[in-house]
């Protein structure tokens, strides 16, 4: 499974990016999609992921409410909403997957987009 992010960049404070990330799988409808995201200096972080059975969206307390995690399967697509973006979400942004769930530590990840929140 290859996982390719993009859509990061730099923004000001309150501004909005949308990550998306495309799987290379044939049953990509069977895999567990989620986005990490890791600061300098500190250790990966859950952010959302999307569930494989029925796409429900988890999410971590640091963002509910300003992203929305969504996946479309026709195209092998997992997306990140990001809006009313804070400076402590700088960051590089990983997918991952992983086959019929999503673990702490997930089998399969991208190579990272790095989303930039200025003050």
């Known amino acids: 499974v290859q996982l390719q992010a993009s859509g990061g960049g730099e923004v000001q404070t309150g501004g909005s990016l949308r990550l998306s990330c495309v799987a290379s799988?044939?049953?990509?409808?069977?895999?567990?999609m989620g986005w990490f995201r890791q600061a300098t200096g500190k250790e990966r972080e859950f952010v959302a992921s999307?569930?494989?059975?029925?796409?429900?969206?988890y999410y971590a307390d640091s963002v509910k409410g300003r992203f929305t995690a969504s996946r479309d399967n026709a195209k092998n697509t997992v997306y990140l909403q990001m809006n009313s973006l804070k400076p402590e979400d700088t960051g590089v942004y990983y997918c991952a997957a992983e086959e019929l769930g999503l673990g702490s530590v997930p089998d399969y990840w991208g190579q990272g987009t790095l989303v930039t929140v200025s003050s």
């Open positions: 799988v044939r049953t990509f409808i069977k895999y567990g």
């Open positions: 999307v569930s494989w059975i029925n796409s429900t969206t």
